[in-house]
C-alpha cells in the first residue's frame, strides 16, 4: 500500500488521540475553578501538607499553594488543589485548582443531603465569602455548584 506524502500529516494527526486541556467551569470576580487533568510535580512540592474529608467512600482531599511560590496568572493567585475520588486504590479521581484574586483559604466540609442515600454533598470555602457545593452521585459523577466537572473512574 503506498501512502501520498502530502496525507500523511493528515492521516498522523487523526491518529492521534485528543488530549482534553484544562477548563474554567466557573469564574467569578473573586474565585476561577479550573479543571485539571494533572498535576505537576511542581504544583504538589509548592502546596501545603494535604487535608483530607471523608464522607461514606467519597474522599475529598485539598492542599493550599504555599503563599511564596504559588502560581500567577495576571491578577489571579493560585489558591490550592482539590481532588476528589473514593477510599478505593487504583482510582482516578477528578481535580480542581482554584484562583483567587485575595487571599485564600481552603476548608471542606461534609453536607447532610436531606432524603438521598445515593449522593454525598461537601460545602468548599475559599475565604472569599463564597461557599461552593461539591456533589458526588452514586454513579460517581462530581458536579460543582451544579456543574459537571467529571466522572471518578476505576
Do not use: H
Request: hydrophobic share 40%.
Amino acid at each position: 500500500m503506498k501512502i501520498c506524502a502530502r496525507c500523511l500529516p493528515l492521516l498522523l494527526t487523526a491518529s492521534v488521540p485528543l488530549v482534553a486541556t484544562e477548563a474554567v467551569v466557573q469564574s467569578s470576580s473573586n474565585i476561577r475553578i479550573e479543571v485539571v487533568e494533572s498535576i505537576t510535580t511542581r504544583d504538589l512540592w509548592n502546596t501545603t501538607l494535604p487535608d483530607s474529608i471523608e464522607a461514606g467512600n467519597v474522599v475529598v482531599n485539598y492542599r493550599m499553594y504555599d503563599s511564596e511560590a504559588r502560581p500567577r496568572d495576571g491578577d489571579w493567585r493560585g489558591c490550592g488543589i482539590v481532588m476528589i475520588g473514593t477510599s478505593d486504590l487504583g482510582i482516578l479521581p477528578v481535580a480542581v485548582r482554584i484562583w483567587t484574586t485575595n487571599t485564600c483559604e481552603l476548608e471542606v466540609k461534609k453536607e447532610v443531603i436531606p432524603k438521598s442515600q445515593s449522593e454525598t454533598g461537601f460545602s468548599l470555602r475559599t475565604g472569599t465569602g463564597e461557599a461552593l457545593k461539591i456533589l458526588v452521585t452514586s454513579d460517581l459523577e462530581v458536579t460543582l455548584d451544579g456543574k459537571n466537572i467529571g466522572r471518578i473512574e476505576d
